[in-house]
């Protein structure tokens, strides 16, 4: 009872495992082997193999790929390494193998070196790992195959192979071409039968310009391999050149993501400032930058000229505003004014009116009294006197009252007239000054949008043709490559006549130079 469920444990277990390693497989549409060896034990350690492995690595896996890594790795561990990669490779759109390392051919066979290979040993090429065996198991993908050798340094074990006798023919510098090659890309460090060179930085030469062609986007992969080539012949001055194999039955993108040429097209003369930003960032090194720039430049100052016509606009209509209310209380203060002035005149002539009527009514009956009733009349009459005198002190007090009411809402309505008649002023003055300021930044805005017009169609006219034409299939000139034709750029050209890559545009070029 326990073995049969210890059985269907196992079974189970096989059945989970064969499960995760599909969904292994259909998630990784794209395998590669990265392999770098350089602490060989009986001969000085290559000083870039480990860089150059860990950076291909790198930049495979930022496009998509997953990766099988090994470093410094013996006999044993490079051909399980091989296995691991043609299990998970199979049903996969790409395989990818990256050797760097020591390389040699023996009799025209080519032979990649593991770590533990002891110098001055009677070894054998079965000491070695044969490259046809890294070929067959690039072939267990029905997909694109890929293989990268930066293999071709100057091998110290190539003397003492020289000397066993199993070697029969002996050993050669460099690698030989494979032969056998249909649905592949094969990209050597340097031409066959040549020795490639380690490099004094980081990388070596080549694997240095292959790291820099990935992280362009949108390139067809025998193309981008064409530009490696390019960059290594200039950079070591024609010391070494690269050799490409491309017998691919179809495009492939190593780096798949939209180039700066496609989407430059997509762009098109409608660009936003917002799409030409995004494109500067995405594309720093296109040699389509300084068009991008002229024309964000040229939106832009087309931009600040309708900001500032707007604001001239708000600030013009704020000030009317302003100063039509400035007029309409200026008004309205002069006409209170003007009745408060006519009110207090007819007042004060009412007033005047009514102070004289008792003294020319009261003078006849005072003339026409008898003699024979003074007396009796004496006392009412002083009464009377005395009110009236009131009477007139009290109006007079109002009288005065009212004057000086009169007075201070007169003063009150010629003060507000004199602060609308200043508001009026400087309304007018400020006026006057953001017209000449708003017209002095519009002009200048527009001669800086006319400047930045001017640029766009410079930098447009300066544009490679493939900018505008090529379709994206072809390789453009390096992003690198200077725009001004000079000694380096001449070079170049010469080195992409030699291939045979060259353009008609690039070909005019080339006759000048000569």
Not at 316 to 340: F, V
Not at 418 to 432: G, T, V
Not at 476 to 504: H, K, V, W
Request: charged fraction near 30%.
């Amino acid at each position: 009872m326990g073995i049969n469920a210890a059985i269907r444990c196992f079974a189970v277990g096989l059945v989970v495992a064969f499960g995760l390693l599909a969904e292994a497989h259909a998630a990784e549409p794209r395998v590669a082997l990265v392999i770098g060896n350089g602490a060989y034990r009986s001969v000085p350690e290559l000083d870039n193999s480990r860089n150059d492995a860990d950076d291909i690595s790198e930049q495979l896996k930022r496009v998509g790929f997953a990766v099988i890594d090994g470093r410094d790795l013996d006999r044993s561990a490079m051909y399980a390494a091989l296995g691991r990669f043609a299990q998970r490779v199979r049903d996969t759109d790409a395989g990818l193998v990256y050797y760097s390392g020591h390389g040699m051919q023996i009799n025209g066979q080519n032979y990649l070196v593991p770590v533990d290979l002891k110098i001055g040993s009677a070894f054998t090429p079965f000491d070695l790992i044969k490259l046809d065996d890294v070929v067959e198991a690039l072939n267990y993908t029905a997909g694109v195959k890929l293989l990268v050798l930066d293999a071709c340094r100057d091998n110290p074990f190539a003397n003492s192979l020289q000397q066993n006798k199993s070697s029969r023919g002996g050993a050669t510098r460099g690698l030989a071409k494979i032969e056998r090659s249909q649905g592949m890309l094969i990209a050597y460090s340097t031409q066959s039968n040549s020795v490639a060179a380690d490099g004094v930085g980081r990388n070596s030469p080549f694997t240095g310009a292959l790291v820099r062609e990935i992280q362009v986007p949108g390139l067809e992969v025998a193309a981008m391999f064409r530009r490696v080539l390019i960059n290594v012949n200039r950079e070591t001055q024609g010391a070494q050149t690269p050799e490409l194999s491309v017998s691919l039955l179809q495009d492939f993108y190593l780096n798949p993501q939209e180039s700066d040429i496609d989407a430059w097209k997509k762009m098109g003369s409608s660009a936003s400032a917002a799409d030409l930003k995004r494109f500067i960032s995405t594309f720093p090194e296109s040699v389509m930058l300084d068009a991008a720039r002229a024309r964000l430049d040229a939106i832009e100052n087309a931009s600040e000229r309708a900001r500032l016509a707007r604001e001239y606009a708000e600030k013009e209509r704020r000030l009317r505003g302003d100063l039509e209310a400035a007029e309409a209380g200026y008004k309205k203060a002069m006409s209170e004014l003007s009745e408060r002035r006519e009110r207090d005149e007819r007042e004060q002539l009412a007033a005047t009116k009514t102070s004289q009527i008792p003294a020319a009514a009261t003078a006849p009956v005072l003339a026409g009294t008898s003699s024979s009733s003074a007396p009796t009349a004496a006392v009412p009459l002083r009464a009377d006197s005395e009110r009236e005198q009131k009477s007139k002190e009290q109006a007079a007090k109002e009288q005065a009252a009212k004057e000086q009411a009169a007075k201070a809402e007169r003063e009150r309505l010629a003060s507000q007239v004199a602060a609308f008649e200043a508001d009026k002023s400087r309304l007018a003055e400020e006026r006057q000054t953001l017209e000449r300021v708003m017209t002095e930044k519009l002009a200048r805005a527009q001669a800086e949008r006319e400047s930045a017009e001017k640029r766009v169609a410079a930098e447009t006219a300066r544009l490679p043709v493939y900018a505008l034409e090529q379709s994206r299939t072809t390789a453009p000139a390096p992003a690198a490559a200077p725009r001004r034709r000079g000694a380096a750029s001449c070079q170049e050209l010469n080195a992409r006549a030699q291939l045979g890559d060259i353009s008609e545009t690039d070909r005019d070029a080339l006759r000048n130079c000569r």
